[in-house]
């Protein structure tokens, strides 16, 4: 978002206020050119024969999001049956989704080889299971590296402890159940859920899979999974995908050529693409000064957006009401009666009760995590493209919250002695 001509506006002058007067807020709305942006960024960083971006959906699977990415070549990594339900109605190809599952039961396994999808294992016990049962249906397997780069411990999954992924140490096992089964491994995968800034940690990761990868002989891919980093804040720091690409793809393409043939390169970006596109627009509903402190109050709270509250996230925060004028040193809070903080000490043009804020980076993880905590209403999603606005999701209203409520007549009046 920009500040063309004293207003902010989104991509192909899309006034961001206008967009908050039409359809009120909370708003979230997604600007379609960042995400083109941001995929275009990694598709031209790898030079490899092969490369196959497979957007992680689970950031934010609004279906007019899965088809944008569909057509610009995307495919899809899905970690729920409900989210390749979701991808075939968006029009994807089984084979063009991955299924990437954690802990869950070998029956809802059991609906994605029926869909069709490309399956993802991550522990030895599901992969003894399903090879038992299906030794003709090819697999990938999940291997975890134990690698720990940077970002919260919350959502690093490559330590030691980690509930994702078969250890690096278990290959042995995996290899003896492999043959002793009969699975046909066609792809290996990691995926270390850390925030990785340097790519030398990236490169490391991958050096251990390929050394796992000489061990199986039946590859057509290699998926690194995710882990590039996007700015946050004003500092502009993130993963140099640029570099990594150049280094990862000369490495990539060696390997290929020891291996005996050309694999298929995956990655499974979420909020590399879809983190920047996203901004939650919010109202101040109020100012309260405090000996210390001067709060702005707004109409949404971690109902809405809760990584600040639950992961320490730092998103930006600007008053798009004043793209001008004098700063002053707010916390942002929410209306939920919790302590819903959305920034500590920000600098903003000087807020008044009615004024628009933009919280940014609201693409990845914000409306998927968003709840009816308070029997609070989620927001509507406004999708930009092109130049122009289209509303994507509905407001809820008293029905969405009564939806599923069963009211039985069962109480009779109590009366007190
Ligand atoms: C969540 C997830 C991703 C995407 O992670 P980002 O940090 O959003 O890029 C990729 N692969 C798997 C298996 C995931 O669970």
Redo the contacts with the bound molecule.
Sequence with gaps: MEIINNSYQLSNGVNALDLCEKYGCPLYVYDTAIIERQYNRLTNAFDVPNLKI?Y?C??LTNINILKFMKSLGAGL?T?SIQEVWMGLEAGFAASDI?Y?P?CVSMEEIKFAVEAGVNI?I?NISILEQFGHVYPEVPVCV?INPHILAG?SYK?S?GHIDSK?GISIHQVPLLKRIVKATGIKVTGL?M?T???ILDSEVFLNGAEILFNVAKEFDQLTSI?F?????VPYKNDGIETDIESLGEKLSARFKEFCKNYGRDLQLIF????????ESGFLFVKVNVIKQTTSTVFAGVDSGMNHLIRPMLYDAYHRIENISKPTGTTRIYNVVGYICETDTFGINRRLKEVQEGDVLAIYNSG??CYMMSSNYNSRFRPAEVMVHQGKDYLIRNRETMEDLMKNQIEVDVFELQTTK
């Design positions: 497979h992680a689970k950031a990594d970690v991955i990437t954690n993802n991550d999940r970002g959502i999954t994702f995968h995926h859920g850390s925030e998926d999974g995710s882990g590039f980093k499974e970006p979420g909020k590399f693409l879809v983190s990845a993880y």
